[in-house]
């Protein structure tokens, strides 16, 4: 079946949500999502959104933290280009219905994080992302012009590939027709054509054993856009939260919100002593990257699977009424945080790299946008800021809206797309081809492309990843297409790109920490 929208949005997070608001009044939009509208990284946030928005804090200031974080290599206009437009975005979102919570004379009651010099993150209570995903989920059902397809799987961008040209890295002028999407319960693809698809399909996470992020996070989009020999970069900052809670049969990790940190919680080692001084003079605040490796290092030393979060000292009202999910969470496991340590351990988190994209969050390829945590701006560099991840996405999709408003109507439909071959392909049967390999996937990252690397562990990762990838590909063009397997070829991929360039980087900065080249090259 062949299908026409004007906007095609791959995602429903943050920023596949605000794009499609934003360009829903000019033409007809479709949101594709693999699982339900709901289920996204967006609505698992907790902290919140960084922004400037109180008197005696300045841009200068966020704009400098995001520098320090992101260890000079971040690009400094789009951090200022970001950060200045924060405020504004902050209120669509409002305006979208989004509560931030606010304090007694009606200010935004804000929160602080590691690496922030202020108190600048808006949230609700510990469960921003919830708040969010839900406000945008109610304006996007009410819009006439948004048609929603959940439980619809992107496999493959359309270009002049699928029309028999060779396309190249190198080709110029690679465009975008559309997407191939699997119907898994029906198991046809159809031909979703647009004049503009924006790419937002979130992170990488599930690549790894240990990871914060739901089931969707496969790097479905980055691993699209790769193989339509778009640009892909940065792959190597890969950030793992320091403070996920111990829990090793729950997968994803349950987040302990780095925000607790900013209200006063301590990190400790299993003799109960705090040990971040030790690392950094920010403590325990320090930015996330040097948090993660002193967990690692002090976990390492001890031969210990984690270290301890203490909320103990604060008062106990206080910290269940603003962190009352984790308060909660916790109980249920036995741990009372106004009276126990919280165990916890560095997970996957968020990846830094991903779709290249310009100020306009156009990517590589015509007519193709990308925004969100599939993305990469130059905003984050090799370490993202606290809550810096939802402001970029909901300014990006802004960016990408209006650039995207001015050309649609010099773009048309390409009419001669063909169907999806599946010609000399039929069912496979055996599940455990693919449960396995992505075990083993998993393995391979959180064993050797870890918080800290080496040469040896990435030559090791890279070789038995070149396996898994062999064998897949020919499963992939042996068998009907399923979204299992796609999503096994794009957790391979997305696993090789992050190896690939882990090896080409011959220093270490902010993410990506390596023992054979243990210091920065000064540039
Ligand atoms: P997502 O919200 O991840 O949405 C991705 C969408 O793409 C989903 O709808 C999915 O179904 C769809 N999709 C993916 N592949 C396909 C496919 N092949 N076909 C169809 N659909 C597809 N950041 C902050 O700034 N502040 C925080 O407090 C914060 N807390 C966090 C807490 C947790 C536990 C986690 C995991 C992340 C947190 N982050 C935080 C990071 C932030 O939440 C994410 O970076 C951000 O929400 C990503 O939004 P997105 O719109 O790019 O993608
Ligand atoms: C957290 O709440 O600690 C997560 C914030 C983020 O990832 O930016």
Known sequence: MVRKFDFLVIGSGIAGMSFALKVADKGKVAILCKTKLEEANTNLAQGGIASVTKLTDKFENHVNDTLIAGDGACDEAVVRMVIENAPSQIQELVHWGVDFDKDEKGNFDLHKEGGHSDFRILHHKDSTGAEIQHSLVKRIQEHPNIEVFENYFAIDIITQHHLGQLVKHTT???????????????????????????????????????????????????????????????????????????????????????AMRGYGAVLRNRKGEEF???????????????????????????????????????????????????????????????????????????????IKVDMNARTTINHLYAAGECSCTGLHGANRLASNSLLEAIVYADKAAKDSLKIIDSIKINDDVPLWNDAGTSLNEEMVLITQSEKEVGQIMSNYVGIV???????????????????????????VVTKEICELRNIINAGYLVIKMAMERKESRGLHYTIDYPTKIEC
């Open 172 to 258: 110029p002028n690679i465009e975008c027709y559309g997407v191939y999407v699997l119907n898994p319960k029906t198991r046809r693809v159809h031909t979703f054509l647009s004049k503009v698809t924006m790419m937002a399909t979130g992170g990488i996470g599930q690549i790894y054993q240990t990871t914060t992020n739901p089931s969707i996070a496969t790097g479905d989009g980055i691993s699209m856009v790769y193989r339509a020999k778009g640009i892909v970069k940065d792959m190597e900052f890969v950030q793992f939260h320091p403070t996920s809670l111990y829990n090793p049969s729950e997968r994803p990790s349950f987040l302990i919100t780095e």
């Open 276 to 354: 971040m001084y030790k690392y950094d003079k920010r403590g325990s605040l320090a930015p996330r990257d040097i948090v993660a490796r002193s967990i690692d290092t002090e976990m390492k030393l001890a031969g210990c699977d984690y270290v301890y979060l203490d909320v103990t000292h604060k008062p106990a009202e206080e910290t269940k009424e603003h962190f009352p999910m984790i308060y909660d969470k916790c109980l249920s496991l036995g741990i009372d945080i106004t009276k126990d340590y919280i165990p916890v351990v560095p997970a996957a988190h968020y990846l830094c790299g991903g």
């Open 453 to 479: 690397r080496s040469n040896l562990r990435l030559k090791r990762a890279f070789d038995r990843l070149e396996i898994l990838y062999k064998e897949t590909e020919d499963l992939f063009d042996r068998s």
